[in-house]
Nanobody
Framework: QVRIVESGGGSVQTGESLTLSCIFP????????HGWYHRSPGKQRELVAR????????NIRDSVKGRFTISRDRTKKLLTLEMTNLRPEDSGVYYC??????????WGQGIQVTVSS
């Protein structure tokens, strides 16, 4: 079973920053894109930002444009999400994910982010 673990979450005040990270195990191959997803309480998981393996950001949620940055360190298989100027509505569980070329999707276990006003 593939295990992907996010790190970097926590509790902050409005306007502060956090950087989320996750490492994909070597066993996951043929990935075509990576992404960060957000689930607010009582809502479905939604895409925050998506990064193709060629380095192109294909999707980014309007509410985080200019505040969040997705990036990847290919050699370390590390995916990050830099979050600045955080708002209470950014609170929730964040998941990193990867899309395989065979259609399989891989998910992290999720990490909590809480932004207080």
């Amino acid at each position: 079973q593939v295990r992907i673990v996010e790190s970097g979450g926590g509790s902050v005040q409005t306007g502060e920053s956090l950087t989320l990270s996750c490492i994909f195990p070597m066993s996951i191959r043929d990935i075509i894109a990576h992404g960060w997803y957000h689930r607010s309480p009582g809502k479905q998981r939604e895409l925050v930002a998506r990064l193709r393996t060629d380095g192109i950001v294909t999707n980014i949620r309007d509410s985080v444009k200019g505040r969040f940055t997705i990036s990847r360190d290919r050699t370390k298989k590390l995916l990050t999400l830099e979050m600045t100027n955080l708002r209470p509505e950014d609170s929730g569980v964040y998941y990193c994910g990867a899309e395989g070329s065979d259609g399989d999707n891989y998910w992290g276990q999720g990490i909590q982010v809480t932004v207080s006003s």
